[in-house]
């Protein structure tokens, strides 16, 4: 298939995972993305354990089908080969604080001069205004400052950490759409933008539902006591006989209904949006029934097309689970050397195509003679660029 970013290019500028996950996704869609890293600071992931082929597979999963290339940003004749690559350039992807590409001289309002079709799309922790916009963060902070981390975790309990990434790869997704919106704008008026992401603005609208509800007067979301979140029996993980765990999604009148005739409780059916005090004993009360079959036999007795219900997998489950193995969501990508490294498909797909791998993760600098020459720099000029120091 014509990939519908064929005839884009994509400089990516970022490390560690919202950027060159953003970046990735670009290049999944047929993008010609150049991973330009630092000849001495290599982007972190690259180093962090498990490693296959030699780098990290935290790597190999935000950057396949880029090329990579090593240039000195920090030295006159870096920001020179940079400053020349942006006059054919679509789309900066950067993940700096405010300030650090100013401080290097080619900060949008710069590189625009160059290129007025030029979209630069920066995604940063806290965005490019407020108080907040030059402090570090980690998705655990943003989770915690957006409200989330608060509803995370058990009634009575304390917030939990999340063991997955979420302002990250929602951050990645944000800057895609911005890019992908400004690129359409372009097309009608030929002019670039800037893209300002921030990942707590992203994360914090993974609460709208129950936001809405605060704003508007409803009541204070609290953990363990809202809807969503462990609260009412109609939607709860209970635990089964075998030890495992079996997750009911019943919020609609009709599956909630359903799954009271199946384990002999139509009491309870009028009753699903009951005070809190009596969900507690309704929770305590369908507990107790789904302990007493094991989880196997449990999904033998519900019909599935008929109730939201899902066992609790694990990872390994998870990549058994027939529906997710037909949908290919987890592949493996062999690199030159034939090791094989796990990928994470993209979740979109065009007709009875989707776009996937083309191309392995670039080794560090590894198109960096190839992306040079293409500006009709030589190779012993290419060689000198090694020995530059940061200025």
Request: charge should be neutral; glycine fraction near 20%.
């Given at each position: 298939m014509t990939l519908p970013l064929d005839g884009i290019r994509v400089l990516d500028l970022s490390a560690r995972m919202p950027g060159p996950m953003s970046a990735q996704i670009l290049a999944d869609l047929g993008a010609e993305v150049i991973k330009i890293e630092s000849p001495r600071a290599p982007d972190f992931f690259r180093g962090l354990q498990p490693l296959v082929g030699g780098t990290g597979s935290l790597f190999h999963v935000c950057n396949r089908n880029k090329k990579g290339m090593t240039l000195e940003l920090r030295h006159p004749r870096g920001r020179e080969i940079f400053l020349r690559l942006i006059k054919n350039t679509d789309v900066v992807v950067e993940a700096f604080r405010p300030g650090t590409m100013e401080r290097m001289k080619i900060g949008y309002d710069v590189l625009k001069e160059e290129n007025p079709g030029l979209i630069y799309c920066a995604l940063t922790a806290f965005g490019q205004e407020g108080p907040y916009r030059l402090r570090p963060a980690h998705d655990l902070n943003l989770l915690a400052l957006s409200g989330v981390l608060d509803l995370l975790g058990v009634k009575d309990g304390p917030p939990i950490v999340p063991p997955v990434q979420m302002s990250g790869l929602g951050g990645a997704f944000q800057?895609?759409?911005?890019?992908?919106?400004?690129?359409?704008?372009?097309?009608?008026?030929?002019?670039?933008?800037?893209?300002?992401?921030?990942?707590?603005?992203?994360?914090?609208?993974c609460a709208a539902l129950e936001m809405s509800r605060?704003?508007?007067?409803?009541?204070?979301?609290?953990?363990?006591?809202?809807?969503?979140?462990?609260?009412?029996?109609?939607?709860?993980?209970?635990?089964?006989?075998?030890?495992?765990?079996?997750?009911?999604?019943?919020?609609?009148?009709?599956f909630w209904e359903t799954l009271c005739r199946v384990i002999g409780r139509e009491s309870l059916i009028g009753e699903q949006w009951a005070p809190q005090h009596r969900q507690d004993e309704m929770i305590a009360e369908v507990g107790s029934i789904l302990m007493t079959r094991t989880l196997e036999e449990w999904l033998r007795l519900f019909d599935p097309d008929k109730i939201c219900i899902a066992p609790v997998n694990t990872f390994e489950e998870a990549l058994q689970d027939p529906h997710i193995r037909h949908q290919g969501t987890w592949f493996e990508g062999e690199l030159p050397g034939g090791e094989k490294v796990p990928q994470a498909a993209l979740p979109v797909r065009f007709g009875e195509s989707r776009p996937g791998w083309r191309a392995h993760p670039p080794g560090h600098g590894e198109h960096t003679r190839e992306v040079l020459r293409q500006l009709g720099i030589t190779d012993t000029e290419i060689d000198d660029l090694h020995a530059l120091e940061v200025v």
């Open positions: 800057g895609v759409v911005g890019i992908l919106a400004a690129l359409l704008s372009r097309g009608k008026t030929g002019r670039g933008d800037f893209i300002d992401v921030s990942l707590l603005e992203g994360v914090s609208v605060f704003m508007a007067g409803h009541h204070v979301p609290k953990r363990g006591l809202t809807e969503g979140g462990g609260g009412y029996a109609c939607f709860n993980v209970y635990a089964t006989a075998d030890g495992r765990h079996l997750s009911l999604g019943c919020l609609e009148p009709h």
